[in-house]
């Protein structure tokens, strides 16, 4: 059992960044693969990013590439989610989610996802 909890989320004006950050239960951490997904308003939840259980290997929705970066710190047992030039469209519910354990790559839908956290909310202003 894996409990996941975001923090980081807030208002940033266009151009600006946020470091989101979800730290997760569990002393097998390091074994979970780690993603983040978000939700605008009247939309469905989309992948934002994926990293492997070992960190190695990242993916990225062609979206945010090069825009945002997914890390993590197994010893913290956190991942982050960097985010820079953020813009009024990236605005959304962020979700930090955990693959099932030992998985060979990290969530890319929502039908991967074993674990969610409970969301934070970024507001990109005009």
């Known amino acids: 059992q894996v409990q996941l909890v975001e923090s980081g989320g807030g208002l940033v004006q266009a151009g600006g960044s946020l470091r989101l950050s979800c730290a997760a239960s569990?002393?097998?951490?390091?074994?979970?693969?780690m993603a983040w997904f978000r939700q605008a308003p009247g939309k469905e939840r989309e992948f934002v990013a994926t990293?492997?259980?070992?960190?190695?290997?990242?993916y990225y929705a062609d979206s945010v590439k090069g825009l945002f970066t997914i890390s993590r710190d197994n010893a913290k047992n956190t991942v982050y989610l960097q985010m820079i030039s953020l813009q009024p469209e990236d605005t959304a519910v962020y979700y930090c989610?955990?693959?099932?354990?030992?998985?060979?790559?990290?969530?890319?839908?929502?039908?991967?996802?074993?674990?969610w956290g409970q969301g934070t909310q970024v507001t990109v202003s005009s």
């Open positions: 989610a955990a693959g099932e354990y030992g998985a060979p790559r990290g969530p890319r839908s929502g039908n991967e996802v074993a674990y």
């Open positions: 990293m492997s259980w070992f960190g190695g290997n990242t």
């Open positions: 569990g002393r097998t951490f390091n074994r979970y693969t």
